[in-house]
C-alpha cells in the first residue's frame, strides 16, 4: 500500500497549557514494497509519525492517506480495524506486550481480534515459528518463561501473523547483542522480499539504513529534514551533523580517505570487501602513474 | 606491578541446584585505575559478575576479594561502598523523586551529614554536567540524563570501581556520547577503577584490556587491539568486531600490507599513507 | 482529559503560600476543615469565605483556573443545594409553582451548606495545588514520627509513598504504551458490549503487572546496590524547619478562628 502524509501537523494536549508541537508540516510519499528508513533523535517525532500509519494518532492537521485509507482531522476511517489488520506495527521493546498464558495464544491474539479463522491461525503459527527462528517447541510454554530474545521473537510473531502488508518497525533490534541483532535485521529483510511488505524502520543505526533501506528520511524537531536514498542523503556529512548526527562509518572512512589521500571513492553503498578492492586500486593506481 | 583491586579465584555460579552453572571456574584480576571491558553475547554470563562483584549475589564456589576484603555478609556494605554500579535501565534505578534526592539517596543511607551531602550533590553533579538540573523530576529528563544521575549518585559516595553494567544498551546514539564522554572524563580525573560491560564497541576500543566471556568462561583477557585480531573466533560466538578491524583484514586479504592493527580511523589511514610514500 | 480535573495537581509557584512548611498547611486545613462546621450565620461565614478567597489569590494561581478545575465538584455542589430546596420546609413560603413551595429556610439553608462543601473542597485542593507531593509525604513522614515508638513503619511508609509518587508518570507512559501496542492488534478498548471491553482490559493489565514486578525487583536491587538497609542510620536531605512567616501564618489564622467564634450564634 501507498503511504503519502500531505502537510501532517501533530500537536499533543492541543489547546492547553501542555500543548507541544510534535509534528509539523510533514510531507513525503512512500510507494508500495518500499523499504524506508526514519532516523531521528529522541523527540523528533519518529514515534509520533509511525502512530499515524495505523491511526492509532490522527493528524492535528493535515491529511495521512494508506492505501485506500484517508486519515484526517475531520474524520478517521470507518474500519480503523481493518486497517490495523492490514499495517503491523513492532513496537520498542515489543516483549512488554505479551499477556497470554502460552506462546501460541499469544501469536494467535492478534489474527484472533481480526476475525481469522482458527483454522488459518494453525496454519500462519506453522509458517511464522521457522521464520523468526523459533523452536516450535516452545509454542505450549508460557512466554514469561522463555529469554529476552526469544521472547521478542514471539511479539514479532504475533504482529507478523496479521499478515500486514505495511510492516513498521520501531528500533526493534534494541537491547539485542551484535549477533541478534544482525539476526533479526535480516529476517526482516527476508519478509520485506519475500511478502513484498512496505517497511518502515525507525532506527539509530545508520548502519542499518545503509544496508538495507531504499529510502531514508531524517527527522528533526518534528519536521522532515532530509529525504532520498541513503547514496544520496549519507554523504551530506555537514548537514547531517549539524542536527548532531553522524554518517555511516564507511562513508567517514571515505570521507577521512579524500582528505588525506585527496582521491575521491565514490560511495555506492559498497561492501568492506569491495571497499578494501577499490582501496587497493587506488594505492595501486598511485604506483603506477609515479 | 599495578595494585590488584578485584579478584575473582575460580568463581562458579548458578541461580539454583538444579540451574545450569552461569559462570564456571572464572578467575581474573583487575587493577587500581585500570579500565576493563566485559564482553559476551546476551547469556554469557557477564552481568552476573557485576552482580558479584558487590554481593548482589554470592558464588557457590571459589572466592572473590575486593581490595583485600571477602565478599561476604561481613563486608559486603563496605564493599558496596567501594564498588559502585549505573544498571542498565535508566527508570528502575532512579530512587528519588527529583535529581538532588536521587543523589543524596546513596549518601543518606550512609549517614552523611546534610552539609556535606549538599555539597557533594553539586561537586558530582557538576562533574556528569547536570548541575542546572537539581530539582528536576525523572520523567522530563532523557534517558543519557538520567544515567548521567545514576553516575553522579554512584561517584557521590567517593568507590574506587564504577562498573556500568550495559549502562548504554538502552540510549540512544546521543544519550550513548554523553556518557561515554562522562565517563572519560571521570576517569581521567579520579583514581578509579572502571569496568564497562557492554556491547558497543567504540566502548570496548576505549578501554585497556578487555575481558571476553563465551558460555560462563573467560574466553580470552587481552587488550582490545589483540583482541579484534581474531575476527572469525568473535564472530562465532556472537560479537562483533570494529568497521576499521574488518576493513584492515580484507585490505591484508588483498596484497595491501597492514603490519600494526589499527583501531580507529586515523591509526589506519596512518597506515595507508606510509604505504602509498613507499610506494 | 486530566486537565480538567485539578485535584491532586500540583501547579509550580513561589507564592507565600507554596513556600509555607508543609506541616503548617496540613495543621492549618485540618483546623480550618473542622471549624467549617462552627459557622452558622452571614458573618462567621463571611470571615472563612474572605480567609478562603484571600488565601487563594495569595497563591496566585487564577481563580478561574481553580473553578474550572472543580468542575466535576460543582454539580455535587449545585445538586445538595437543589435537594436542599426540595426537602427543607422552614421558614415563610416565598413562591408556589405547581404545588411545589420553596421556603426561605430551604434558600438560606441550601445556600449555607454549598457554601460550606464549596469551602472545604477549595481550601483542600489549595493543599494540592501548593504543595509537591513529595512534601506532603515529607510532612506525613515528619508528623507520624511519634508513632515510631509503637513500632509503626513510619520511614518504610514514606518510602513507599515517595517511591509510589516517582513512578506515578512512567507507568502511565508505560499504559498508554502498551494499550496502543494491543490497539494495533485488534484489541478495541472503546466500543462494544461491557463484557467484550472488560475482557480487553486482560491484555493491558498482565503486561503491566509483569512490567511493575520488573520494575520493582530491579530498583530493589539497585537501591541494595547503593547501600539501602532500612531507616536505621540513615540521614536525611530534606528538611522541614518552621520559619517565622510559618508562625506569622498561624497566628492569623488564630485570629480568624478566634473572630468566627465571637460571631457565630449560640
Known amino acids: 500500500m501507498d503511504i503519502t502524509f500531505k502537510d501532517v501537523s501533530y500537536i499533543y494536549q492541543a489547546n492547553s497549557p501542555f500543548s507541544h508541537k510534535a509534528l509539523e508540516d510533514l510531507s513525503f510519499h512512500i510507494p508500495s514494497g518500499t523499504f524506508v ?95 523468526v527462528g523459533l523452536d516450535k517447541q516452545l509454542l505450549e510454554r508460557s512466554p514469561f518463561d522463555l529469554s529476552g530474545g526469544q521472547m521478542r521473537r514471539v ?32 529476517m526482516f529483510y527476508r519478509l520485506h522480499k519475500e511478502r513484498k511488505l512496505t517497511t518502515i524502520l525507525v ?23 532530509m529525504e532520498g536514498t541513503p547514496e544520496e ?26 582528505e588525506r589521500f585527496h582521491i575521491k571513492i565514490p560511495f555506492k553503498r559498497q561492501s568492506v570487501q569491495e571497499l578494501a578492492i577499490q582501496i587497493q586500486q587506488v594505492l595501486k593506481g598511485a604506483e603506477s602513474s609515479e | 606491578m599495578r595494585e590488584k583491586f578485584i579478584e575473582f579465584r575460580n568463581v562458579s555460579f548458578r541461580y539454583g541446584d538444579e540451574q545450569p552453572w552461569v559462570l564456571e571456574n572464572v578467575s ?39 581490595n583485600g576484603l ?83 549518585s554512584v561517584l557521590a559516595i567517593n568507590p574506587n570501581v564504577l562498573i556500568l553494567d550495559e549502562a548504554t544498551a538502552m540510549l540512544d546514539p546521543r544519550g550513548r556520547k554523553e556518557i561515554m564522554q562522562t565517563v572519560a572524563d571521570i576517569q581521567a580525573k579520579n583514581e578509579i577503577s572502571l569496568i564497562t560491560i557492554t556491547h558497543d564497541l567504540q566502548e570496548v576500543v576505549q578501554a585497556e584490556r578487555v575481558i571476553v566471556m563465551n558460555a560462563g568462561k573467560v574466553w580470552d583477557e587481552a587488550t582490545p587491539r589483540e583482541i579484534f585480531t581474531k575476527k572469525d573466533e568473535l564472530r562465532e560466538i556472537g560479537l562483533d568486531v570494529p568497521f576499521i578491524a574488518l576493513l584492515a583484514d580484507e585490505l591484508k586479504h588483498n596484497d595491501v600490507s597492514i603490519i600494526n592493527e589499527p583501531l580507529n580511523h586515523g591509526e589506519l589511514l596512518e597506515e595507508l599513507w606510509t604505504l602509498h610514500s613507499k610506494m | 482529559m486530566n486537565n480538567m480535573m485539578i485535584i491532586g495537581q500540583y501547579v509550580p509557584g513561589n507564592s507565600l503560600v507554596h513556600r509555607l512548611d508543609p506541616r503548617m498547611k496540613i495543621t492549618i486545613i485540618f483546623l480550618f476543615v473542622i471549624f467549617v462546621f462552627f459557622a452558622n450565620n452571614v458573618a462567621s461565614y463571611s470571615i472563612l469565605t474572605v480567609f478562603a478567597i484571600i488565601t487563594t489569590a495569595v497563591t496566585r494561581i487564577p481563580f478561574r483556573f481553580i473553578l474550572k478545575g472543580l468542575t466535576p465538584v460543582w454539580f455535587l455542589i449545585i445538586f445538595t443545594f437543589i435537594l436542599h430546596l426540595i426537602v427543607t420546609k422552614e421558614g415563610t413560603v416565598l413562591f408556589e409553582l405547581l404545588g411545589f413551595k420553596l421556603y426561605t429556610g430551604a434558600l438560606i439553608q441550601g445556600f449555607a451548606i454549598s457554601l460550606r462543601f464549596f469551602l472545604l473542597i477549595l481550601i483542600t485542593s489549595l493543599l494540592t495545588l501548593t504543595t509537591t507531593p513529595i512534601e506532603i509525604t515529607d510532612a506525613i513522614e515528619d508528623m507520624l514520627h511519634p508513632l515510631k ?45 461491557i463484557k467484550e471491553r472488560l475482557k480487553a482490559v486482560v491484555p493491558l493489565l498482565v503486561p503491566l ?16 546496590a547503593r547501600g539501602y538497609q532500612g531507616g536505621e542510620g540513615r540521614s536525611k536531605l530534606r528538611q522541614l524547619k518552621i520559619e517565622r512567616i510559618d508562625i506569622f501564618v498561624l497566628s492569623l489564622f488564630i485570629l480568624v478562628i478566634a473572630g468566627l467564634f465571637l460571631t457565630r450564634n449560640y
Not at chain 1, 204 to 212: I, K, L, N, T
Open chain 1, 233 to 258: 542523503v549519507f554523504i551530506q556529512r555537514d548537514a547531517l551533523n549539524k542536527v548532531q548526527l553522524d554518517v555511516p562509518e564507511v562513508i567517514q572512512f571515505i570521507n577521512s580517505f579524500e
Open chain 2, 70 to 152: 571477602p565478599v561476604n555478609d561481613q563486608h559486603v556494605w563496605e564493599v558496596r561502598r567501594q564498588v559502585g554500579m549505573v544498571f542498565q535501565n535508566p527508570d528502575n534505578q532512579f530512587v528519588g523523586t527529583t535529581v538532588q534526592d536521587d543523589v543524596a539517596f546513596g549518601m543518606e543511607n550512609r549517614g552523611v551529614p546534610r552539609e556535606e551531602m549538599t555539597k557533594r550533590i553539586g561537586e558530582v553533579l557538576k562533574a556528569v554536567r547536570m548541575e542546572d538540573y537539581l530539582l528536576t523530576e525523572p520523567h522530563r529528563l532523557s534517558g543519557g540524563q538520567k544515567q548521567r544521575v545514576a553516575i553522579a
Open chain 3, 149 to 193: 515508638k509503637i513500632k509503626f513503619p513510619v520511614h518504610e511508609l514514606a518510602l513507599m509513598m515517595s517511591i509510589s509518587l516517582r513512578f506515578i508518570p512512567t507507568l502511565l507512559q508505560e499504559t498508554d504504551k502498551i494499550s496502543k501496542a494491543q490497539a494495533s492488534r485488534g484489541v478495541d478498548f472503546r466500543t462494544g458490549p
Open chain 1, 37 to 131: 528508513a526514519v532516523i531521528g533523535h529522541t523527540g523528533s517525532g519518529k514515534s509520533t509519525l509511525i502512530q499515524h500509519l495505523n491511526g492509532l494518532l490522527t493528524p492535528t492537521i493535515g491529511e495521512v492517506q494508506i492505501g485506500d485509507y484517508f486519515i484526517n482531522a475531520d474524520k478517521k476511517p470507518e474500519n480503523l480495524k481493518e486497517l490495523r489488520s492490514r499495517v503491523g506495527v513492532v513496537f520498542q521493546y515489543p516483549e512488554h506486550q505479551l499477556f497470554d498464558e502460552t506462546v501460541a495464544k499469544d501469536i494467535a491474539f492478534g489474527p484472533k481480534n481480526f476475525g481469522v479463522s482458527e483454522q488459518e491461525i494453525e496454519s500462519r503459527i506453522e509458517e511464522i515459528i521457522p521464520a
Open chain 3, 209 to 224: 503487572f509483569v512490567s511493575a514486578f520488573k520494575r520493582a525487583e530491579e530498583l530493589a536491587m539497585a537501591m541494595e
Open chain 1, 203 to 225: 532506527t539509530h543505526s545508520m548502519e542499518d539504513a545503509v544496508r538495507y533501506a531504499d529510502h531514508v528520511i531524517i527527522m528533526n524537531k518534528g519536521t522532515k529534514y
Open chain 2, 28 to 66: 581474573f584480576e583487575i587493577y587500581k585505575d585500570e579500565w576493563v571491558a566485559i564482553i559476551g553475547h546476551n547469556g554469557s554470563g557477564k552481568s552476573t559478575i557485576a552482580k558479584l562483584m558487590n554481593g548482589l549475589l554470592y558464588p557457590q564456589e571459589g572466592e572473590i576479594i575486593i
Open chain 1, 155 to 186: 511479539a514479532i510473531a504475533g504482529v507478523l501473523a496479521i499478515k500486514p502488508e505495511v510492516l513498521v518497525l520501531d528500533e526493534p533490534t534494541a537491547g539485542l547483542d551484535p549477533r541478534g541483532q544482525r539476526e533479526m535485521m535480516d
